[in-house]
């Protein structure tokens, strides 16, 4: 399962740090991602990472926020920077996982960011 922590209420233009840790019986996590999802609208991709540590982002994040991941811990972080009241959203990470079940996509709880201007 994947657990999502961090998040919260900033002033624009402050930081916020997101993190989510896999956990579990004998499993390989390959590539790890956050999205978020902001009222009425769909679940977009904000950045994603593979196991190997190259990244991905979205246009509107490139410059503010840096994913980054721990192989060992099995965990995916998000360091937000210079937010904006656009960034509001839930956010939810997600995973791509193989275990007994063979692979998988896994999605973390969502974990809310609110960013007041």
């Known amino acids: 399962q994947l657990q999502a922590s961090g998040g919260g209420w900033v002033q624009a233009w402050g930081s916020l740090g997101l993190s989510c840790a896999a956990s579990?019986?004998?499993?390989?996590?390959?590539?790890m991602g956050w999205f978020r999802q902001a009222p009425g609208q769909q679940r977009e991709l904000v950045a994603q990472?593979?196991?190997?540590?190259?990244?991905n982002y979205v246009d509107a994040v490139k410059g503010r926020f840096t994913i980054s991941r721990d192989n060992a811990k099995n965990t995916v972080y998000l360091q937000m920077n210079s937010l904006k009241p656009d960034d509001t959203a839930v956010y939810y990470c997600?995973?791509?996982?193989?275990?007994?079940?063979?692979?998988?996509?896994?999605w973390g709880q969502g974990t809310q960011v609110t960013v007041s201007s």
């Open positions: 990472s593979t196991r190997s540590g190259l990244t």
């Open positions: 579990g019986n004998s499993f390989i996590v390959d590539g």
């Open positions: 997600k995973a791509i996982i193989f275990s007994g079940r063979g692979w998988g996509d896994y």
